[in-house]
């Protein structure tokens, strides 16, 4: 179980909206646990002049509001060697988006996606000492995902994101 919700703490941020300091001001007035997601999700709505990315090392598609940049990171966790692979882009009011995922290896669980959904959504508020706004378990296509808006503790951040697990990758 430690060992999923370290590897589901890597996929925590397959798809995320990181607001900077910058940003907040934008949702900053509409803090209550009731408006605050439809704030934060008015935020992004102009897209207009966002750029259209295909990855075909990953195999999607995505819009951003410049190229992104891609890198691995090579993790090591309770002996299995893993790579993230990364893309990110931040615009110029200094919102960063990215898409991240790993594969898990064999030996891990995914039968029962909500654990793994669960796990990634709890490692994400661990690692930021974040408080959760919202989830919901959803679907993409046919794959389970969980939603989430997470507003980190001193206030410097939200982070909106949508975990995908498809088969063995989140």
Known sequence: IVLIGIIAFIGA??????ITSEGISAVSDGISKNKTEKVV????????TWKDFNSTLAGFKATF???????????????YSLNMEMYSAESQNG???AINFVTYPNEV?????????????NGTLQSIEGE?????FTYFGQHRAVEYLIHQKDGSAYVKGKNILVGKSM
């Open 13 to 18: 941020f397959v798809v995320f909206r990181y």
């Open 41 to 48: 999700t008015n935020y992004f709505t102009d897209t207009s």
């Open 65 to 79: 509001p410049v190229y992104p940049t891609h890198e691995t990171e090579p993790l090591d966790f309770g002996g």
């Open 95 to 97: 919102v960063f988006y």
């Open 109 to 121: 669980n995914t039968s029962v996606p909500e654990n793994n959904l669960e796990g990634s959504v």
């Open 132 to 136: 959760l706004i919202s989830s919901n």
